[in-house]
């Protein structure tokens, strides 16, 4: 087996638009796990205890599955009760729902290291909860949250090729199509690790320095 320009060259546009819809399903991804972790951290955190216990073993159920499963389910399931979904959309809202039960335990975690004293001098202050949370609780919350949220970014970009299952064309499913339609394998899978490594070195570079910088000001 030797390896050949000629295929390298043929495969490389298709890798890139791969690439894309790669990166695409991470950021979206991301985003939805952000925004549901914090909710869910919130709910886990209620003073009403039938909500937080169902929303912590609701986070528990959906950690403790493999992603793979979930994602079937979004795709293939979930037609035969009516709900149609494109292969892009339930491949985010398995990222989305996946990753946003872990993410909830960091915000839980930075939400919890708050002093009491804060919670305390905000309702002196005659603050609403939405005005302890905006303008007390998260801005110091959030930063030392960075760090370890940049990483479950880059653990979530590694855990696209899963996609591939519910036909996502991402960047390891571009490089499968065009392998199994060229009997060509070697070229293909490489260049995928290379972009995979071009990707994600410099965000784990960056996770870095913001996990340096923000341990400084904690």
């Known amino acids: 087996m030797e390896w050949s320009w000629d295929v ?5 546009p298709r890798l890139a638009t791969g690439l894309v819809v790669t990166v695409q399903a991470t950021l979206v991804g991301a985003v939805l796990a952000y925004v549901l972790g914090l ?6 955190m209620s003073s009403v205890k039938p909500l937080a216990f169902f929303s912590y073993w609701s986070s528990e159920f959906v950690r403790r599955t493999p992603l793979l499963v979930q994602l079937y389910f979004l795709f293939y399931v979930l037609p035969d009760l009516g709900i149609f979904l494109s292969p892009f959309l339930a491949g985010v809202i398995g990222l989305g729902l996946h990753f946003s039960t872990y993410t909830s335990e960091v915000f839980r975690a930075g939400i919890e290291n708050i ?3 804060q919670w305390e001098a905000a309702r002196s202050l005659n603050y609403s ?3 302890t ?15 370890p949220l940049a990483n479950y970014l880059i653990t979530m970009f590694k855990e696209t090729p899963l996609l591939a299952a519910i036909t996502v064309v991402e960047l390891f499913n571009a490089a499968n199509i065009f392998s199994n339609s060229h ?6 899978m490489t260049l995928v690790g290379v972009f995979f490594l071009l990707v994600s070195i410099p965000a784990a570079v960056l996770a870095l320095r913001l996990e340096k910088k923000f341990q400084r000001k904690v």
Not at 133 to 147: F, S
Not at 183 to 188: D, I, Q, V
Request: charged letters at 15%.
């Open 129 to 131: 909860a939405v005005q």
């Open 183 to 188: 009997y060509k394998y070697l070229e293909p």
């Open 115 to 117: 002093p009491k004293g």
């Open 8 to 12: 390298a060259f043929a495969v490389m």
């Open 133 to 147: 949370w905006r303008y007390v609780v998260l801005p110091q919350a959030i930063p030392p949250m960075i760090p």
């Open 39 to 44: 909710a869910l951290a919130i709910l886990k």
